[in-house]
């Protein structure tokens, strides 16, 4: 009779290795040119901010430094119930660059970064828009990056990138948005592109309007608009010119809290529009295949706690016989390593599966034109995928409670 963890382990093989191979012949067909890089029309930026006192004056620092006709530049800000000092800075930046058309609002109460962005959005007169986070900066060409590539999509993503890269966790994070970059050129090439960052996103005015803006009760308000625009047939691309900076957790419990939230968003707006999950388009397939890993996640923590059980079951219940003395238990603890029972298969598919990351990660780092150092390399292979996994579990727990709080 065959053991269940050993077909799951195999099914886990098979399909990790097929998702490696199949990003990998994405890379040699990717195709995702940009267009004249004339475009320069009038654009409005909507930063919402809650208690963004910290980083806001840079955020806006960074639009004060673009590489834009300053004529044409437009910045609205949206005070979302702030407790702090975020309206003070704002105002202070309004009055060392009255120059700059920076146009601030009050909401009295806390309505959330969508409902934040949907008061703005009716005060945008222009053809274009940005949604920018009041954490972020953008690099100075990032309009012009952005621009290059809106020729007929509906929307243009940015690159995201750490801005903070100090501890371990931050510089593991920084591999993961190289690759995540670097994987969502190959998918723009494809009209697959999966998600409107909120730290740097263009939209084109009339089209967001058209969908009614941003989903209010959404938990990735960000993410599911762009289930609602591929439902009208509309297309968005990456650009790989334009570079934003983003504030990344430097602690665990806040990375796991943050990614939580990412998951949580993308099952609640499969869960709204199933349609994003139809295998017929490029877009619909990338979605399915990454429902497809949320699951197999939980599935691989359930799986492997149960494994860890019943494999060190026998010494839980001795050290408990024992009253927790483990002294006898090492003088008698032998190791025993038999070779031949090794899974030899399995251990090609693992190597398979390991060299296929190394190289997207060399790759992502050639696309960023910065090194990345192997030992961070490894923690992303190897230990990353614990808190990613940690998080899913989380949030498939909360989206099967119907708990679609953060």
Known sequence: ML????????????????????????????????????????????????????????????????????????????????????????????????????????????????????????????????????????????????????????????????????GWLERVQVVEYFYSNYLGNLLSGFDAQLVAPGPFSLFRTDVLKEVGGFDEQSVAEDLEVVFRLRKKGYSMKLSPKAHVYTRIPHKLRDLIKQRRRWRLGFLDAAQKHPRGLDPRSEYGRQNLMNFTYAFLLVAIVFVGIHQFYNSFEPAIHFFRYVGLDILPYLKNLTLNLDLLRLDLQMILYTVIVVLITSIFIFMAS???DEKIKPTDALLFIFAYGAAIATATVLAVYAWLKGDHTW
């Open 3 to 166: 053991n269940p963890f050993v077909i799951f382990a195999w099914t886990v093989a098979v399909i990790s290795t097929y998702f490696s191979i199949y990003y990998l012949l994405l890379y040699f067909e990717s195709r995702n040119p940009p267009g004249n890089g004339r475009m320069k029309p009038p654009v409005t930026v909507l930063i919402p901010a809650h208690n963004e006192e910290e980083g806001i004056y840079r955020t806006l620092a960074s639009l004060r430094d673009m590489d834009y006709p300053s004529q044409k530049l437009h910045v609205i800000v949206v005070d979302d119930g702030s407790g702090d000092g975020t309206r003070r800075e704002v105002r202070r930046f309004i009055r060392a660059h009255p120059r700059m058309d920076v146009k601030l609002l009050v909401n009295p109460r806390n309505r959330g970064k969508a409902g934040a962005l949907n008061r703005a959005l009716k005060q945008v007169s222009t053809p274009f828009l940005v949604t920018m986070d009041a954490d972020s900066e953008a690099h100075p060409g990032a309009l012009k990056g952005l621009f290059e590539y809106a020729d007929g999509v509906a929307v243009v993503a940015p690159c995201v990138l750490p801005r903070n890269r100090r």
């Open 366 to 368: 050639g696309f960023h």
